[in-house]
């Protein structure tokens, strides 16, 4: 498939991030809905046809927990990704609408998410990076698929100069400018979880907001959080307890997490996603 900006009809924008900026259209010669990501980064055209070039490992990933890729181009100056609608969208935008998730259903969803990870990490030897409720998109046939990767080592680079490159959902160590692992996955994979669980980004504890830099001042110093005392189930605390283990050699890895009490015990719970996906896009 040769994606070109002319044969892509705008529908409507989907959301904007630091980074840029995502919109639903429609390619008019394959009639296929997708996404397209714009992303803007301030370097040469070499760089970014460089870019382009690292992005194409993206169509050998071929996941049922990986969102899709149709190809990437670059307008204007703009690098264009194009990739799978996900028509129901993003986690965070589900749990502001509709509130906490239910606990089996964020089980559920943890599967999804340690299997795309387990995926990228095993055949692309790809660390995701960006892991945040953001990034984890549903559609109506109760899917649940993981985005907005670092398959790129030069876009990774381009963003990691600026201020863009630094989040909440960073473990202590990459705040602190130490080497990115699998484990440093795993403690965002926590924060998020414990986010769709409680219906908040759960840093400070109490709820109060923090300018940035007190913040990832007070994931790095203080201990991290858990989730209120009575409230959820304890195989749920102590998921959450393992993944945000300060030390990363401690941690452990999405296969070992996979096969924790909390994430096996969802799975078999009678509840199902295409069900959820339902009753959450009900107006
Ligand atoms: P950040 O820029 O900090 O990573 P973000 O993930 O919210 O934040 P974008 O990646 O630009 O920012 O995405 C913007 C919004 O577009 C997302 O919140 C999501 O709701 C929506 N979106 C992204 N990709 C898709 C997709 N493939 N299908 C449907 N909606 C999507
Ligand atoms: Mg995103």
Redesign the pocket.
């Known amino acids: 498939l040769d994606l070109q900006a002319e044969d892509l009809q705008m529908i409507k924008e ?9 919109d ?1 259209v429609l390619h008019a010669p394959t009639k296929t809905i ?2 397209k ?1 714009n992303i803007h980064v301030e370097t040469q055209p070499q760089v970014k046809k460089q870019i382009l070039r690292e992005l194409q490992v993206l169509h050998d990933c071929d996941s049922p927990y990986i ?1 899709s890729f149709y190809g990437a181009f670059l307008n204007h100056g703009e690098i264009c990704m194009c ?5 129901i ?2 986690l ?2 589900i749990y502001r609408k509709k509130g906490p998730i239910d606990v089996e259903i964020v089980g559920k969803i943890t599967y999804n998410v340690l299997s795309g990870l387990i995926y990228l990490y095993d055949n692309h030897r790809i660390i995701h990076r ?1 892991i ?1 409720p ?2 984890i ?1 549903l559609n109506s046939a109760g899917q649940i698929k993981i ?2 990767f670092g398959v790129s080592g030069v876009l990774i680079n381009s963003i990691a100069s600026t201020f ?1 490159g630094t ?1 909440a959902y960073m473990s202590p160590e990459r705040i602190q400018g130490g080497p990115y692992s699998v484990k440093s996955d795993v403690w965002s994979v926590g924060i998020t979880v414990m986010e769709l669980a409680l219906g908040r980004f759960p840093f400070p504890p109490d709820g109060k907001q923090l300018a940035i830099l007190e913040l990832l001042n007070y994931i790095v110093n203080e201990p991290a959080p858990t989730l209120p005392e009575g409230m959820y189930p304890e195989d749920l605390s102590q998921f959450i307890t393992a993944c945000l283990l300060k030390n990363p050699d401690q941690r452990p890895t999405p296969a070992q997490l996979l096969e924790s009490p909390f994430v096996a015990r969802c799975q078999m719970a009678p509840v199902d996603l295409k069900q959820w996906a339902e009753l959450v896009s009900r107006k």
Do not use: F, P, T, W
């Open positions: 989907l959301g904007a991030g630091n980074g840029g900026s995502v639903k997708m996404a990501k969102v990739m799978e609608y996900m028509d969208g993003s965070d935008s960006d945040k953001s990034n998109l985005c907005d863009v989040n």
